[in-house]
């Protein structure tokens, strides 16, 4: 099978890290290759030097036989390698022509929108897809966006695909419709390299896989010849636990309730839509749906920071609608935001501080007027060791945390009981293992089923459909928010979950 690429000795070092350590990586024509790692094992900024993002400090790369240098991505479209990032890369008010035909070499000064909208119907349809040349980015569904994406780089001709955890924002159905095309790809001959963190999609799409470690290649297999299991330990090191045991549920009291709750998006747009709901202790409730159909404005609305427009929120059995973050807080609410490093932590802030961001106010860590140092030192000492947050000391700055750190950090100030002294009564996760390797995720999940055995009720919102399965005991499906289903782990499968999920449900009600 020829090479396409052939990556050689590739040795890229930042201040205090060697990001990639002496790295052979080879991509065939024709095959799927899989990139998995840890977050901060290398893949990324391996794949950003073979778009010529990053140059090497050693090594060489090979384009089709022969060694090439890349001084930028200009370079790398050039040689026929084209990458879609993992947030699209697109212009909402533009059309999908000129998103597409943006940045083409031989583009006339008035576009023949006609010639080129015929083009780009031809690949379109090559694949399966039905694109409208003429419709602007805002009006597609993410799986549609994504095939915007490929198409861009189709378009200009490229053979060598970079794929960064594409289906991250698609339904099942749109995966399945994304794998069918790649391996429409492949078997033209083009070769694709595929990052994901999800293993099951390794072995759905993959011809091979490499798994890096530390900046290392620790292994490079054909995906027949391993199992999810092997590439999970060559990844961390260690064996990982997939399935967690999950008691069923003795759900208890009902800690929160949400009553016809309606919210605007940061747009100005309604983002919740007479939204009814119940949380009970010892219990978890999925909300499983694309990212964008209200989970985030639900989550924000029950943590008191984001207003209500109309509707009721009840927990522990106190209207809380719009009151302050405190008082939510006070009432044993705990928060886990998405995007951990934008809105979990202060970044230029101490370990300790952060662990204390919410405590600091309360007994025994404050009389109002000093804080107590001694007991906040020693207290936080105590979370890094019970939440196994890895870091030289509490003194270190945040921003210092890998991304699985990061999150053990927050749910390390959260769950603890650093304030009221007990477990939360409801646990809002919002995204919680999004961009989390297997071994932060796995604790993750771990961590959120204890809580569930102590009683505390949880809100758990995510996009992973199989995880959402996994943990949940009953399940809502969100589409432009409103909830469109709730059922019970065990009356539903993930086709059923996708179909509620999709746009197709919405036009039929």
């Not at 391996?46 to 090594?59: A, F, R």
């Not at 583009?107 to 602007?136: C, H, Q, T």
């Not at 189709?154 to 695909?161: K, M, S, T, V």
């Not at 309606?262 to 949380?279: C, H, M, Q, W, Y």
């Amino acid at each position: 099978m020829d090479e396409l690429v052939g990556l050689r000795g590739i040795v890229k070092r930042f201040p205090g890290v060697v990001a990639n350590d002496h790295v052979d990586f080879t991509l065939r024509r024709g095959e799927v290759h899989a990139l998995l790692g840890e977050n901060g094992a290398g893949k990324t900024t391996l794949m950003n030097i073979l778009y010529g993002l990053y140059k090497p400090d050693e090594g060489g790369i090979y384009i089709k036989g022969k060694r090439v240098k890349l001084k930028s991505p200009r370079d790398a479209i050039e040689l026929g390698i084209g990458m879609v990032h993992q947030n699209f890369r697109l212009i909402e008010g533009h059309t999908v022509l000129e998103n597409i035909v943006l940045g083409a070499r031989d583009l006339e000064f008035v576009i023949d929108s006609k010639r080129r909208g015929e083009e780009i119907r031809r690949i379109a349809e090559n694949y399966g897809w039905k694109i409208d040349p003429e419709m602007k980015i805002w009006q597609l569904s993410a799986g549609e966006k994504q095939q915007v994406e490929l198409l861009k780089i189709l378009y200009r001709g490229a053979d060598i695909l970079i794929l960064d955890e594409p289906t991250s924002v698609l339904t099942p159905q749109e995966t399945r419709e994304l794998f069918r095309a790649l391996r429409r790809m492949a078997s033209e001959g083009k070769g694709i390299i595929f990052i994901t963190h999800k293993l099951n999609e390794v072995f759905e799409v993959s011809d091979r896989v490499t798994v890096m470690r530390k900046g290392r290649v620790v292994v490079t297999e054909k995906t027949t010849e391993t199992t999810q299991e092997q590439l999970a330990n060559y990844m961390v090191g260690r064996p990982v636990v997939f399935r967690p045991e999950i008691a069923e549920a003795v759900s208890g009291e009902e800690v929160a309730r949400v009553i016809d709750l309606e919210a605007l998006s940061d747009k100005g747009i309604p983002a919740l839509r007479k939204v009814n709901l119940t949380i009970r202790s010892g219990e978890i409730v999925g909300i499983a749906g694309v990212s964008g159909n209200g989970q985030v404005e639900l989550a924000e609305v029950m943590a008191g920071l984001r207003k209500a427009t109309g509707g009721r929120v009840i927990i522990a059995g106190v209207d809380v609608t719009n009151k302050d973050p405190r008082k939510i807080i006070e009432l044993g609410v705990a928060y886990i935001p998405p995007e951990s490093i934008k809105w979990g932590i202060i970044p230029d802030m101490r370990i300790v501080d952060n662990l204390f961001l919410k405590a600091y106010r309360y007994h025994p860590y404050s009389n109002k007027l000093i804080l107590n140092w001694r007991k906040i030192f020693e207290d936080s000492e105590r979370l890094v060791r019970d939440f196994e947050v890895i870091t030289p000391n509490i003194f270190n700055k945040a921003r210092s945390l890998s991304g699985g750190n990061i999150q053990r950090l927050i749910l390390a100030r959260e769950l603890s009981g650093i304030i009221g002294g007990g477990i939360p009564k409801l646990i809002v996760a919002a995204y919680p293992t999004k961009g989390l390797d297997v071994g932060a995720t796995e604790f993750v999940h771990k961590t959120l089923l204890k809580y569930k055995k102590l009683g505390s009720g949880i809100l758990f919102i995510s996009e992973d459909l199989e995880e959402i399965m996994m943990l949940s005991d009953r399940i809502a499906v969100m589409l432009e928010g409103r909830i469109t289903g709730i059922l019970h782990r065990g009356e539903t499968n993930i086709e059923r979950l996708g179909l509620l999920m999709s746009k197709a449900v919405a036009e039929k009600r």
